[in-house]
């Protein structure tokens, strides 16, 4: 119950920091960095090691149920999922008040190539991997979880 109530903080400073940025915007490193601690949860709370999360992030594997969970647990708790759907205005609202500028076209651009999988009816753990499946095959830059 603690390791949950310590990654719900984490979680609530990011979003609120996410929400509250005016003048800061990162760079999809900045965010990667950020991330790290949630990755870290998500990997810990799918029970797998950061190998197999590095092997089906490459597409070396077929990732089994719960390591496409470990995609679901990232984007549940950054809000980009919810109720198993994809949430894509979120994702643009995010990038919108978070990214910088110059990356603003590309990755809503991203988001829009792939609203077909976001809108898919399937098991959010499979969804979550399908639709960053999606983002990484049409622009690897943008797949700033893994």
Same mark, same amino acid.
């Given at each position: ?18 929400? %509250? ?21 998500? @990997? ?11 092997? !089906? %992030? ?18 549940? %708790? ?12 979120? #994702? ?6 978070? #990214?910088?500028?110059?990356? #603003? ?5 991203? @988001? ?15 969804? !979550? ?12 830059? @943008? !797949?700033?979880?893994?």
């Amino acid at each position: 119950m603690k390791e949950t109530g310590t990654i719900f903080f984490i979680s609530l400073v990011f979003m609120a920091n996410l929400q %509250n940025i005016e003048s800061k915007r990162y760079t999809f490193e900045d965010i990667k960095v950020a991330l790290e601690p949630l990755k870290k949860h998500c @990997i810990d709370r799918v029970g797998k090691d950061q190998k197999v999360i590095d092997d !089906a %992030n490459n597409f070396k594997i077929v990732p089994d149920w719960k390591t496409q969970c470990y995609y679901k647990c990232i984007m549940l %708790n950054t809000k980009m999922m919810k109720n198993d759907k994809i949430v894509e205005k979120a #994702l643009i609202n995010i990038a919108e008040h978070m #990214l910088l500028e110059e990356y #603003l076209p590309v990755v809503v651009k991203t @988001i829009e190539q792939c609203h077909s999988t976001a809108t898919k009816s399937m098991e959010g753990c499979a969804l !979550a991997y399908e639709y960053y499946k999606c983002l990484y095959d049409v622009n690897p830059t @943008i !797949a700033m979880y893994a």
